[in-house]
């Protein structure tokens, strides 16, 4: 099984900063990587797939990077609806995983 | 617009079952994957399964082999996750979720419904 360890656990950031997430996998999983945003109460939503696309919808803040190994979520500037659980998922192999998640939050 | 609305939340005694329906529309049901994915109280998400709307096929992750099954309904558009063997670890928020059948990347998803498990 494909282990996704996410970091930091928590961002505490304020509004218009620039926030970097990290996922790291346990082993290669080429560019098959994808995060998702959780609000609190919510279903998660997809806001990039296959590492760098972004989904239908989501706003030109979010960027995703990386290959292999380690990945990048960035948000150029944070807006206070971004506050949020931000997951990584795999979909190389399976069983599907998910990383632990990060907490974006405002200082 | 597509949609994926679950049923209701439901509470039940260790060592009985669970059913979860979700409803589709908005888009051509046989055409997609419908993966199952949970959320216990506080925690990440994982994922259960998934079916093949259109032949029926099924995956599993292992660690729910033989206590999940995962069927779907083409006439009305409906996915079903039956869970069986309950204990209290199982209290989680079930989501169901669309995939393409070019990837495993899960869009839409339902609004989740809420199991509990406990005497």
């Known amino acids: 099984e494909i282990v996704l360890t996410q970091s930091p656990a928590t961002l505490s950031l304020s509004p218009g900063e620039r926030a970097t997430l990290s996922c790291r996998a346990s082993?290669?999983?080429?560019?098959?990587l994808a995060w998702y945003q959780q609000k609190p109460g919510q279903a998660p939503r997809l806001l990039i797939y296959d590492t760098s696309n972004r989904a239908t919808g989501i706003p030109a803040r979010f960027s995703g990077s990386g290959s292999g190994t380690d990945f990048t979520l960035t948000i150029s500037s944070l807006e206070p609806e971004d506050v949020a659980v931000y997951y990584c998922?795999?979909?190389?192999?399976?069983?599907?995983?998910f990383g632990g998640g990060t907490r974006v939050e405002f200082k | 617009q597509v949609q994926l609305v679950q049923s209701g939340a439901e509470m039940k005694k260790p060592g009985a079952s669970v059913k979860v329906s979700c409803k589709a529309s908005?888009?051509?049901?046989?055409?997609?994957?419908m993966h199952w994915v949970r959320q216990a109280p506080g925690q990440g998400l994982e994922w259960m399964g998934r079916i093949n709307a259109n032949s029926g096929a099924t995956n599993y992750a292992q660690k729910f082999q033989g206590r999940v099954t995962v069927t779907r309904d083409t006439s009305i558009s409906t996915v079903y996750m039956d869970l069986s063997g309950l204990t209290s670890d199982d209290t989680a928020v079930y989501f169901c979720?669309?995939?393409?059948?070019?990837?495993?990347?899960?869009?839409?998803w339902g609004q989740g419904a809420l199991v509990t498990v406990s005497s």
């Open positions: 998922q795999q979909r190389k192999s399976w069983p599907l995983t």
């Open positions: 908005g888009y051509t049901f046989s055409g997609y994957y």
């Open positions: 082993q290669n999983i080429n560019n098959y």
């Open positions: 979720a669309r995939s393409s059948y070019t990837d495993n990347c899960f869009d839409p």
